[in-house]
């Protein structure tokens, strides 16, 4: 997907929601926690059970409900490696749901990949060609060389950790480089080599206040914006100090749409929590 057909899709839905689908089987409600017991369920063509099965219809629902209320998918590879091939079995057919059901939405692999240039490629070639995600999130610790096999395929994103939201973030990313903290001097190395049409960089919406700083800098690329809700920050402020004339951002909120019920009507209150967060209007 390229930016204008991004933005065309903030415009058309009014938002800069990104929904995180994280899914924890202990989170779930418990009637989906059940269907791991019962028998296999045919699903994208082929037959689910177990966990997978639980997933797989969890992800669906919230698929359904929230649709309409945003404009990118996020899943996070954990959430899916740790129940080993039930979960990537899961994660195979959420993407093929997707992109059969609803084309229109920026899909984001959240897998945090870093290693050298040949290794590199061949990830991804994972998201990429064999997962069709839009974009997958990368670590730029290893340098240029790690990043750049991703800037190879036309109309894939790479998204480049700069400013995160964990408690230790300032350990590394507020230390200083030349004047610089390492967050803008990773930021600027990076915009170097790429440009707005295919990297995207994560900063956190517990750093609302740098993202002022931060369009003095880089005032074009889209931001990857994690943190809003369970994590405590505001979608208000990330839009008031962080959005460009392209919307420039999407704000993903995980835990608080996907959980926001345990009830058999988990979805309905999903989707209710998705119409009301990150709304925005652009003005072009």
């Known amino acids: 997907m390229n930016r204008q057909q991004l933005y065309g899709q903030i415009k058309a839905k009014g938002t800069v929601l990104c929904v995180g689908l994280d899914v924890d089987f202990e989170k779930m409600p418990p009637h989906i926690q059940a269907l791991a017991s019962k028998g296999e369920v045919a699903a994208m063509g082929r037959l689910f059970k177990g966990r997978a099965r639980s997933i797989i219809e969890f992800n669906k629902a919230i698929i359904d ?18 129940y080993g091939t039930d979960g990537l079995r899961a994660l195979e057919a959420t993407v093929e749901y997707i992109r059969l059901n609803y084309p229109e939405i920026f899909l984001i692999a959240d897998a945090k990949r870093g290693d050298i240039g040949n290794t590199a490629r061949m990830y991804a070639k994972t998201f990429f060609e064999t997962m069709d995600f839009d974009a997958v999130t990368v670590a ?16 894939r994103w790479a998204i480049v950790l ?21 967050y803008r001097a990773v930021m600027e190395e990076m915009m170097s080599i790429s440009t707005p049409d295919n990297m995207m960089f994560v900063v956190g919406a517990t750093k ?20 809003v809700g369970a994590q405590g920050g505001s979608a208000e402020e990330v839009i008031a100090n962080g ?13 608080g749409i996907l959980y926001a019920d345990s009830s058999e009507d988990f979805a ?7 119409a009301s967060t990150a709304r925005f209007e652009p003005a072009r």
């Open 162 to 182: 700069a400013l995160t939201s964990n408690p230790s973030a300032a350990q590394f990313q507020m230390a200083h480089k030349d004047g610089k903290p390492l």
């Open 65 to 82: 409900a929230t649709a309409g209320h945003c404009v990118a998918y996020k899943p996070n590879l954990a959430f899916y490696e740790c």
């Open 140 to 155: 730029p610790y290893m340098g240029a060389d790690s990043v750049t096999p991703f800037l190879a395929y036309k109309d």
């Open 208 to 227: 609302a206040d740098k993202l002022q700083e931060i369009r003095s800098f880089c005032p074009d690329n889209f931001l990857l914006v994690p943190g």
């Open 268 to 274: 309905l209150a999903a989707g209710k929590a998705a």
């Open 243 to 255: 959005s460009n004339e392209f919307g420039g951002l999407l704000i993903n909120s995980s835990r």
